[in-house]
């Protein structure tokens, strides 16, 4: 049986060998989806910092007993965070934490309150008792691969390098890897050039249309920016352009 079937077929907004992406709000979307039938889930949630009207952290542990139902027993529940946030994770329940992972940057126009930002979290916790299946570090370096173009000026496209580091120590090639915030696409990038099989779920349209392109096309070859202005046609129209010049 076609590993896809599984999957319900309503909101499927593009499709590509072992790749799905769906558009629609992700409670509507997960709430399909069978029990036990994913390996680890991998995203970058809202934070809660008001970026835009979509941030909102309520979404992300109201839906913990999704997550925990549709992922299979012993596996892994992987996210990116903010550093301003980092209390607000005691909401999780269902999940046991096992350990931060430091994303380190070289440059960035971030700010916090002691200076310069150079690093952001990235929490590991574990649905039973999962095995790391690579074992690497806990310091991972905030780069693209190469084909990636290598500053991609988006907090919200996570470098490829780092998240392809994530796939080899927490996966293994043919998973299913859910994103119930996939954003620009990068993690489905780097699932389709690791031979992982991902599922992102995406609400924006404009968002889901890049992840799109970018996974068809296998690389990125224009910036986000770039990207959006060909999306939408006026940079103005949208809150991303505002924050082009921004790492994490």
Known sequence: MNWKSRFPEEDRYFELDDIILYQNNVIEVLSKFPDRSVDIIITDPPYGINYNEYDNSNIFYELEKEYYRVLKPNSWFVFWWTIKKIPEIAKLRLFKYKWMIVCLFHSTYSKCILGDRTYTPVFVFAKG????VYRRTDCLLAEELPIVQSKVKAGDFKPTFALSQLLL?????????LDPFMGFGSLGLVCKLFNRKYIGIEKNKERIEIAKKLISEGKLVKSIPEYLQEVKGNQNETYLFSRQNRIF
Do not use: A, I, N, Q
């Not at 120590?169 to 890897?177: A, G, I, L, P, R």
């Open 169 to 177: 120590m927490f996966t293994k090639e043919e998973d299913v890897v």
């Open 129 to 132: 008792e999962p095995k790391v």
